[in-house]
């Protein structure tokens, strides 16, 4: 979609919804978290895939207003679902670039997290690799200070952007989540796993937990496991699935 207005529209009325994709303990399955993935439930031409419409949102700056929307709708169905007694789990929101440079991502969060009165632990923020490596003082500073609200912070598809490694030892971060081009690389032999498994040993060196993406198959999940990987998210767990069903989600863990 390459309609501003549209977009600029579809933001005030607010067409967006959340989808969301389970992530689980590699071992045992249980579930840990969900991540937040939006959809533009568009009147003509249905859900609308984010690749379709996250682009136009950048480049024109939509994405901060935009952004607000979900973190905004992420912390309300949390309210929503602790209100009908189900045993939440935190959820993880993504944030652009351009949301994660131009604006107070701070103080939004706090906002939307008092407004549904939400405890900071149930949210996590994924930034992208690439994100934390600009300017890196004013990166360490905007990762401080979200970090001081008491959400937790993980690195999105690690591995495809350009990553210092000094810079990732020196931020405060809590999850690494490996891109699904690694999870991939497993299933074409020996060099696949050990990179793997590199991966994994620099993340328990950096205390940080490490979730496996886009894992399509069962045997992934068995050599994960062998890895010493923490979490898999991927359509071999669950493809993202409305609230509703998420809700089920929720309800067989307890
Ligand atoms: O849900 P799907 O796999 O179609 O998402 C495609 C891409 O869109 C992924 O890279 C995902 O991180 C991104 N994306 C999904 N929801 C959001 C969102 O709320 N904000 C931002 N910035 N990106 C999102
Ligand atoms: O960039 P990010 O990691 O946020 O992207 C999330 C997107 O990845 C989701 O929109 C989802 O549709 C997609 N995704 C999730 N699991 C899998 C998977 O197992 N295989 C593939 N190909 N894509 C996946
Ligand atoms: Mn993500
Ligand atoms: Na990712």
New binding site residues.
Partial sequence: IRNEYALRRAIEVNEFVL?FQPRVNAVSGELLSME???RWNHPERGMV???EF?GLAEDTGL?VE??KL?IDQACMQLAAWQAQGLPVVPLS????PV?FARCDLKAVIAESLARHRIDPLLLEV?VTESCMMQDSEKVAQEIASLKSLGVRISV??FGTGYSSLSQLQRLDLDVLKVDRAFTQALNTGRQGEAFFMTIVSMAHILDMQVVAEGVETREQLAILQSLGCNEAQGYYISK?VPASLAATFMLKRS
């Fill in positions: 989808h937040a993935l939006v895939p984010p690749l996250i994405i935009l952004g979900v929101v993504n944030v652009s949301q994924e999105d598809d993202p």
